[in-house]
């Protein structure tokens, strides 16, 4: 398999809904919590975004879900965010032994919250602008795949 676009040897992605306001706070609590800088981000509406779903093999269009992307492999729903945690300081970091739960359970939870999270949380009416913790941070701040 090629190498995913836009990432360097040693990056990955986290793909996220750049409208959904309870994505959108996901992330913005990854930057606080200082995620590892190797760790980018791209909305699922972006064009890197949508270039990393035709990587992945994904749909490009209606994905209602997280997608981490890191060499040759990627990951959704809830095993993608316990994953990212792995990347978080102490005491999150720990959340990330959740990742060897069933995927029937963990993504049963995360399978409720992503259909109602426009209900429960909100939605922007376009694309949301995160303030990165560091240039570069997300991948449409890139002007071609590296």
């Known amino acids: 398999m090629t190498s995913p676009p836009y990432l360097q040897t040693g990056e990955s ?11 959108n706070g996901w992330v913005q609590f990854l ?9 980018r981000f791209a909305s699922v509406q972006s064009e890197q975004g949508k270039a990393l779903l035709r990587w992945a ?5 209606k994905i209602s879900t997280i997608v981490y992307i890191k060499g040759d492999q990627h990951w959704l729903r809830a095993q993608a965010v316990f994953r990212v945690m ?30 109602n999270r426009y209900r429960l949380f909100g939605r922007y009416s376009s694309q949301h602008a995160i303030v990165p913790d560091y240039p570069g941070r997300f991948l449409h701040q890139v002007d071609s795949p590296r």
């Open 57 to 61: 093999g994904l749909p490009e269009e």
């Open 86 to 115: 792995q990347h978080l300081p102490l005491p999150w970091r720990g959340l990330a032994v959740l990742r060897h739960f069933p995927d029937t359970l963990s993504n049963f939870a995360y399978d409720r919250i992503a259909l």
């Open 31 to 39: 930057l606080r919590h200082r995620l590892a800088r190797q760790v």
């Open 13 to 23: 992605a986290v793909l996220y809904d750049g409208v959904c306001k309870l994505c």
